[in-house]
């Protein structure tokens, strides 16, 4: 293809990694000779003056904050030239060598065989007829469409869904919903307490920022990391506004496992409580507070139901056992002075609690229940007060801009209306469903999967008391799976049990893997044909920042900064590509161009009503103001708070449930969900408390977190940010190790040295990984983060890249809730010796073959056959 010779040039694109929508962590891009040189914040004031804005303050004795005038973005934000340039990203269409439709397909070399480049031609033609063959011969539900997730912030051209489009065209797809990841426990915990909010967290959160600012005295960042996980979708500015509170005199509590980067910087206190025990660290709080009398008996008299409950069980009189401080000890590693002196303090001083999203807490087993448990102490100690709630620090709750009314996030008539899959667990939602974390057994389908609830995140609650079943009855169509298309291909590395996902994809049932990517990483060495997609770099766009965390929400258009690498194409255009062999091209584009969709958006966010779309097109961008009455919206739940009478929250009863009449009636045999929240100890799903005999095994608990050097399973080929210590650790084998965490005391037991190669494993496999000993970590402890690129020694068991969702437990959150487990669980950690590195060489050379760049890890040619010619 002819190249156009670019003009020097900067452009504008929103930098998280979020998924379409953008906000906060904005950059220019500097473009010269037709590739980028530099990434850097954006200057609000590039085309604008800022007297022409109107700018939100808050204010906390005679200290000030104020949004920035330029974005914050992280660094692999800054560092993103890095990800476009990888020697990883694939560059034209791929088929793999001992897969052939008309013959043999080997699905027991997936994830072993290499790779040979077609073309698009012949590549879109395989998969335009397997996908009429499958239809035929099985119907239209035995293509799985695995198109969800974040990624790159773009929105016509969004990273996930495009297969969806096309297929629901020809009658559907079985759909893998997306379970609420982020928010698991919320979800299926919290939401029957507040009964309202999409996601389960508290929800209104409108001015939550600014009423903390001015009335609490005390905020506890119980798991979370505002240094760290604000970086991934909204930028820096939780970080200023911390620095800010400690300003004002708002002491700052940390409760984690870890020293974070947040506790680092920010703590007045840290209490290190072992992984996914926090719910006994609660029932210990409400312990001291019914026996000390420190809660707001009123509020929980007019505004809740069910403490006698609640009472019964924390005092012992409901099982025998009283929830003391002693009692919780034991069970979550925080001595019992600091669990009483933390009680009272959050009794007497006016307390928040703060969350990027909740962390390991809400992402462990039986999450519902710190969840639920969460709630109940912020009721009994007045929620939605001054200065008393429940903050995602900054991505909800900040000011309100003006103008800013339907917002373009999780707006389902506006994706309908122009066909583009936004968030395509909304659009195309299919009979036959399966939520993300049960996609393993659905292939191996060794008896009907049922379920109740799909997790769908924008879900009301009434659906977690549906029942759903997989397949559906042959009569509707309802088929096992035999084709896979993703657009999402990291589920060995985000998802639960990865080693189990990776076997599942060789299962000879599945005829046929499509992946489309723009790198070649994790899912997509299983794949049996594999499309070159492109970034955001490579695409005209329009971006909405206006998600509510956003410190100046604008709107973008972002156009294209560089010609596509080698023959990729956007993800919309992939999918084009096949349709046209299918006679749907039209029903594709709606015959709409590029230029006509950035309009055609920008007119149903009302922008019109703001500025003229001809301004917009001149300057490239445009920052709302903030609303001039912004400061009336009633902070979170404070009508309730008021007056619950007339401002019922969304439960059965309109109070706070403590006690759940619902889940009691609809799950009375649910042991792991009660209708109170419990301390569940193990279940039939999960036997991972270092009480269990399993711990003589497996004595550390496993944490982790969301990676400081990437968003989940994205940039982990940076080149800038792998050189960072906890980044990336060299083995004396030149291979660049995911760190893992351990205390000095453990490192010791263990005879475990700084750098050495070592290896974290249970039942479910083995990872390896670089040795970091510090006493940022409590003993007990074991931390790797998540989303480490998968590379695979021995398929289904030992994994060297580092991806530790690979022996995650396969089980779901609890019984009737389909959530996924990250951390939380029974592993061992010992040095891997030279002796068993060697006949690992010897056994699976091929493995340690693959070409390799330590400065970014796996490339491209490891894949292909021969090499990249
Ligand atoms: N152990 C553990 N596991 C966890 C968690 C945890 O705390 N601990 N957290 C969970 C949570 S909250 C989440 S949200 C999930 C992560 O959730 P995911 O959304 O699955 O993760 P990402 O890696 O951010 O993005 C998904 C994929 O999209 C790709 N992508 C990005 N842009 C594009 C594009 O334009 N086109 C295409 N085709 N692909 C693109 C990325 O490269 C990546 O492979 O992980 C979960 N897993
Ligand atoms: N840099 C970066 N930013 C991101 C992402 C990313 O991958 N990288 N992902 C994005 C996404 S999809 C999401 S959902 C959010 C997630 O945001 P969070 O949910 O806030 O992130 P986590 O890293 O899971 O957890 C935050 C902190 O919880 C603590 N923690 C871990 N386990 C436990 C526990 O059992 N108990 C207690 N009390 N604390 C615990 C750890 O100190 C950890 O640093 O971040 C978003 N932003
Ligand atoms: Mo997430």
Same mark, same amino acid.
């Given at each position: 293809?002819?190249?156009?010779?670019?003009?020097?040039?900067?452009?504008?694109?929103?930098?998280?990694?979020?998924?379409?929508?953008?906000?906060?962590?904005?950059?220019?891009?500097?473009?010269?000779?037709?590739?980028?040189?530099?990434?850097?914040?954006?200057?609000?004031?590039?085309?604008?003056?800022?007297?022409?804005?109107?700018?939100?303050?808050?204010?906390?004795?005679?200290?000030?904050?104020?949004?920035?005038?330029?974005?914050?973005?992280?660094?692999?934000?800054?560092?993103?030239?890095?990800?476009?340039?990888?020697?990883?990203?694939?560059?034209?269409?791929?088929?793999?060598?001992?897969?052939?439709?008309?013959?043999?397909?080997?699905?027991?070399?997936?994830?072993?065989?290499?790779?040979?480049?077609?073309?698009?031609?012949?590549?879109?033609?395989?998969?335009?007829?397997?996908?009429?063959?499958?239809?035929?011969? &099985?119907?239209?539900?035995?293509?799985?469409?695995?198109?969800?997730?974040?990624?790159?912030?773009?929105?016509?051209?969004?990273?996930?869904?495009?297969?969806?489009?096309?297929?629901?065209? =020809?009658?559907?797809?079985?759909?893998?919903?997306? *379970?609420?990841?982020?928010?698991?426990?919320?979800?299926?915990?919290?939401?029957?307490?507040?009964?309202?909010?999409?996601?389960?967290?508290?929800?209104?959160?409108?001015?939550?920022?600014?009423?903390?600012?001015?009335?609490?005295?005390?905020?506890?960042?119980?798991?979370?990391?505002?240094?760290?996980?604000?970086?991934?979708?909204?930028?820096?500015?939780?970080?200023?506004?911390?620095?800010?509170?400690?300003?004002?005199?708002?002491?700052?509590? $940390?409760?984690?496992?870890?020293?974070? $980067?947040?506790?680092?910087?920010?703590?007045?206190?840290?209490?290190?409580?072992?992984?996914?025990?926090?719910?006994?660290?609660?029932?210990?709080?409400?312990?001291?507070?019914?026996?000390?009398?420190?809660?707001?008996?009123?509020?929980?008299?007019?505004?809740?139901?069910?403490?006698?409950?609640?009472?019964?069980?924390?005092?012992?009189?409901?099982?025998?056992?009283?929830?003391?401080?002693?009692?919780?000890?034991?069970?979550?590693?925080?001595?019992?002075?600091?669990?009483?002196?933390?009680?009272?303090?959050?009794?007497?001083?006016?307390?928040?609690?703060?969350? $990027?999203?909740?962390?390991?807490?809400?992402?462990?087993?039986?999450?519902?229940?710190?969840?639920?448990?969460?709630?109940?102490?912020?009721? =009994?100690?007045?929620?939605?007060?001054?200065?008393?709630?429940?903050?995602?620090?900054?991505?909800?709750?900040?000011?309100?801009?003006?103008?800013?009314?339907?917002?373009?996030?999780?707006?389902?008539?506006?994706?309908?209306?122009?066909?583009?899959?936004? =968030?395509?667990?909304?659009?195309?939602?299919?009979?036959?469903?399966?939520?993300?974390?049960?996609?393993?057994?659905?292939?191996?389908?060794?008896?009907?999967?049922?379920?109740?609830?799909?997790?769908?995140?924008?879900?009301?609650?009434?659906?977690?008391?549906?029942?759903?079943?997989?397949?559906?009855?042959?009569?509707?169509?309802?088929?096992?799976?035999? =084709?896979?298309?993703?657009?999402?291909?990291?589920?060995?590395?985000?998802?639960?049990?990865?080693?189990?996902?990776?076997?599942?994809?060789? *299962?000879?049932?599945?005829?046929?893997?499509?992946?489309?990517?723009?790198?070649?990483?994790?899912?997509?060495?299983?794949?049996?044909?594999?499309?070159?997609?492109?970034?955001?770099?490579?695409?005209?766009?329009?971006?909405?920042?206006?998600?509510?965390?956003?410190?100046?929400?604008?709107?973008?258009?972002?156009?294209?900064?560089?010609?596509?690498?080698?023959?990729?194409?956007?993800?919309?255009?992939?999918?084009?590509?096949?349709?046209?062999?299918?006679?749907?091209?039209?029903?594709?584009?709606?015959?709409?161009?590029?230029?006509?969709?950035?309009?055609?958006?920008?007119?149903?966010?009302?922008?019109?009503?703001?500025?003229?779309?001809?301004?917009?097109?001149?300057?490239?961008?445009?920052?709302?103001?903030?609303?001039?009455?912004?400061?009336?919206?009633?902070?979170?739940?404070?009508?309730?708070?008021?007056?619950?009478?007339?401002?019922?929250?969304?439960?059965?009863?309109?109070?706070?449930?403590?006690?759940?009449?619902?889940?009691?009636?609809?799950?009375?045999?649910?042991?792991?969900?009660?209708?109170?929240?419990?301390?569940?100890?193990?279940?039939?799903?999960?036997?991972?408390?270092?009480?269990?005999?399993?711990?003589?095994? $497996?004595?550390?608990?496993?944490?982790?977190?969301?990676?400081?050097?990437?968003?989940?399973?994205?940039?982990?080929?940076?080149?800038?940010?792998?050189?960072?210590?906890?980044?990336?650790?060299?083995?004396?084998?030149?291979?660049?190790?995911?760190?893992?965490?351990?205390?000095?005391?453990?490192?010791?037991?263990?005879?475990?040295?700084?750098?050495?190669?070592?290896?974290?494993?249970?039942?479910?496999?083995?990872?390896?990984?670089?040795?970091?000993?510090?006493?940022?970590?409590?003993?007990?402890?074991?931390?790797?983060?998540?989303?480490?690129?998968?590379?695979?020694?021995?398929?289904?068991?030992?994994?060297?890249?580092?991806?530790?969702?690979?022996?995650?437990?396969?089980?779901?959150?609890?019984?009737?809730?389909?959530?996924?487990?990250?951390?939380? &669980?029974?592993?061992?950690?010992?040095?891997?010796?030279?002796?068993?590195?060697?006949?690992?060489?010897?056994?699976?050379?091929?493995?340690?073959?693959?070409?390799?760049?330590?400065?970014?890890?796996?490339?491209?040619?490891?894949?292909?056959?021969?090499?990249?010619?």
């Amino acid at each position: 293809m002819a190249k156009i010779k670019t003009k020097d040039k900067t452009v504008l694109r929103s930098l998280g990694l979020g998924g379409y929508f953008g906000g906060g962590a904005e950059g220019m891009v500097d473009v010269k000779d037709g590739r980028i040189v530099r990434i850097r914040p954006m200057q609000y004031g590039w085309k604008y003056d800022k007297k022409e804005v109107r700018q939100w303050k808050m204010e906390r004795n005679g200290k000030t904050i104020e949004p920035s005038w330029k974005s914050l973005p992280g660094p692999f934000s800054l560092a993103y030239k890095k990800r476009v340039y990888s020697p990883n990203r694939i560059k034209y269409p791929l088929k793999r060598v001992d897969w052939d439709p008309n013959g043999e397909r080997n699905p027991q070399n997936r994830g072993k065989s290499k790779y040979v480049r077609i073309s698009w031609d012949e590549a879109s033609d395989i998969i335009a007829k397997e996908i009429k063959r499958i239809h035929k011969q &099985y119907g239209v539900y035995a293509i799985l469409m695995q198109g969800d997730g974040h990624g790159e912030c773009k929105t016509i051209n969004t990273p996930h869904g495009h297969p969806g489009v096309l297929l629901d065209h =020809m009658g559907g797809f079985t759909l893998q919903v997306r *379970n609420p990841d982020s928010w698991e426990g919320w979800y299926w915990g919290a939401k029957h307490v507040w009964g309202q909010g999409a996601q389960g967290i508290m929800y209104p959160a409108a001015n939550i920022v600014k009423d903390t600012t001015e009335h609490a005295d005390m905020v506890l960042f119980w798991g979370c990391d505002p240094e760290t996980t604000p970086w991934g979708f909204t930028g820096q500015f939780a970080s200023r506004l911390c620095y800010f509170w400690a300003e004002c005199g708002i002491k700052q509590v $940390y409760i984690c496992p870890d020293l974070n $980067y947040g506790a680092a910087v920010h703590a007045d206190k840290w209490i290190p409580v072992l992984p996914n025990t926090d719910a006994a660290l609660q029932l210990a709080i409400i312990y001291v507070w019914i026996t000390e009398d420190l809660y707001n008996k009123e509020y929980v008299a007019t505004h809740a139901v069910g403490m006698d409950k609640v009472e019964d069980y924390v005092m012992g009189r409901e099982d025998g056992v009283p929830k003391t401080p002693a009692w919780a000890s034991e069970k979550c590693g925080v001595p019992e002075w600091t669990i009483k002196a933390l009680a009272r303090e959050f009794a007497e001083k006016t307390t928040s609690i703060a969350h $990027y999203f909740g962390g390991g807490f809400i992402r462990g087993p039986f999450s519902h229940e710190p969840a639920r448990l969460e709630c109940i102490l912020l009721g =009994m100690q007045g929620l939605g007060g001054p200065g008393v709630h429940q903050h995602q620090l900054t991505y909800f709750g900040m000011p309100r801009a003006e103008g800013l009314g339907g917002t373009f996030f999780w707006n389902p008539e506006i994706e309908e209306r122009l066909s583009l899959p936004v =968030m395509s667990s909304v659009t195309a939602w299919q009979q036959q469903v399966i939520p993300k974390t049960l996609i393993q057994k659905a292939i191996e389908l060794r008896e009907p999967i049922v379920f109740h609830g799909t997790g769908a995140q924008n879900a009301l609650v009434k659906d977690q008391f549906n029942r759903y079943d997989f397949p559906i009855e042959q009569e509707k169509g309802g088929s096992e799976i035999h =084709m896979i298309w993703t657009d999402t291909p990291c589920r060995i590395t985000c998802w639960n049990f990865g080693h189990e996902t990776e076997l599942a994809m060789r *299962n000879p049932k599945i005829e046929t893997i499509v992946a489309q990517h723009p790198w070649l990483e994790n899912d997509c060495i299983y794949a049996d044909i594999i499309l070159p997609a492109n970034t955001f770099m490579e695409v005209d766009d329009i971006i909405t920042n206006i998600r509510q965390g956003t410190m100046q929400p604008n709107i973008m258009i972002a156009e294209k900064a560089i010609e596509p690498i080698g023959e990729s194409k956007s993800d919309a255009e992939v999918v084009l590509e096949i349709g046209k062999k299918l006679g749907y091209e039209k029903q594709l584009t709606d015959n709409m161009t590029i230029a006509q969709l950035q309009k055609k958006i920008w007119e149903y966010m009302g922008g019109e009503k703001l500025v003229s779309w001809e301004q917009l097109k001149e300057k490239q961008y445009w920052v709302y103001n903030t609303a001039k009455d912004w400061e009336d919206d009633t902070p979170g739940f404070r009508n309730f708070y008021l007056d619950p009478e007339k401002n019922p929250l969304g439960t059965p009863t309109g109070k706070l449930e403590f006690y759940s009449e619902s889940l009691a009636k609809a799950f009375p045999d649910d042991k792991e969900r009660p209708p109170i929240p419990k301390w569940i100890e193990k279940s039939h799903n999960h036997d991972e408390r270092l009480t269990s005999p399993r711990a003589r095994l $497996y004595p550390l608990l496993m944490m982790s977190n969301h990676g400081r050097w990437r968003v989940h399973a994205q940039c982990d080929d940076i080149t800038w940010t792998r050189e960072a210590p906890t980044c990336k650790i060299l083995g004396p084998d030149g291979y660049k190790y995911e760190p893992i965490w351990l205390h000095t005391s453990e490192a010791e037991k263990r005879g475990i040295r700084n750098g050495d190669i070592i290896k974290i494993f249970n039942e479910r496999g083995i990872v390896l990984g670089g040795a970091y000993i510090t006493e940022r970590v409590r003993p007990g402890v074991c931390y790797m983060d998540h989303g480490a690129r998968h590379d695979p020694i021995k398929t289904g068991e030992i994994e060297r890249g580092g991806a530790i969702n690979t022996i995650t437990p396969g089980a779901i959150t609890s019984e009737n809730c389909v959530g996924q487990i990250g951390g939380g &669980y029974l592993v061992q950690v010992e040095r891997v010796s030279g002796q068993e590195m060697d006949k690992w060489r010897k056994d699976y050379p091929e493995a340690f073959e693959r070409k390799y760049d330590p400065a970014a890890g796996l490339c491209m040619d490891a894949w292909i056959a021969g090499g990249d010619k």
